[in-house]
């Protein structure tokens, strides 16, 4: 076996036992979808100093994602806002 293919192999395994949901992922980074509206949400991942502010910057493009996408539909301004009591 060639070693990109082992490298492929397991770059593949470990991305797949890495995820998280995002519910995990906001509490790990003490984010709480309802302290922002969804445009505040949108502008923190559109840059890179709030990104790594909030330690978003660490996690890869697949958690990112998600994170954004729990986020903003659980926003303050949301059809399904966040509450601390919901955390």
Same mark, same amino acid.
């Given at each position: 076996?060639?070693?990109?293919?082992?490298?492929?192999?397991?770059?593949?395994?470990?991305?797949?036992?890495?995820?998280?949901?995002?519910?995990?992922?906001?509490?790990?980074?003490?984010?709480?979808?309802?302290?922002?509206?969804?445009?505040?949400?949108?502008?923190?991942? &559109?840059? =890179?100093?709030?990104? @790594?502010? %909030?330690? +978003?910057?660490?996690?890869? #493009? &697949?958690? =990112?994602?998600?994170? @954004?996408? %729990?986020? +903003?539909?659980?926003?303050? #301004?949301?059809? =399904?806002?966040?509450?601390?009591?919901?955390?």
């Amino acid at each position: 076996m060639k070693i990109g293919t082992i490298l492929l192999f397991l770059s593949i395994i470990f991305s797949s036992v890495s995820a998280q949901s995002p519910k995990e992922l906001a509490l790990k980074l003490s984010l709480n979808p309802a302290t922002k509206a969804i445009m505040q949400w949108e502008r923190v991942f &559109k840059s =890179k100093r709030k990104m @790594k502010r %909030y330690k +978003i910057d660490k996690l890869n #493009d &697949k958690d =990112k994602q998600v994170l @954004k996408e %729990y986020l +903003i539909s659980h926003a303050a #301004d949301s059809d =399904k806002p966040q509450f601390a009591g919901d955390i």
